[in-house]
């Protein structure tokens, strides 16, 4: 999801070169959307390593 977020990110960046300002904000708000999306999962996702990850054996 992260690579889907960078690609609509250059995508707004090149629309925005060629002066195509209604492309670009729709495609930067894709992009940010996208990456508030990943950010959210990978939290809940260490958060969840944290409580029930594996403990290292004892030596």
Known sequence: ???WALIFF???LIAG???F???AAAS???????FFI???IFVVSLI???ITGRR???I
């Open 48 to 50: 969840a390593h944290l």
């Open 38 to 40: 990943f950010l959210v």
């Open 17 to 19: 070169l060629f002066g």
């Open 1 to 3: 999801m992260l690579y």
């Open 10 to 12: 250059v995508l707004a």
């Open 28 to 34: 930067a708000s894709i992009a940010q959307i996208l």
């Open 56 to 58: 290292p054996p004892a």
């Open 21 to 23: 300002g209604g492309i």
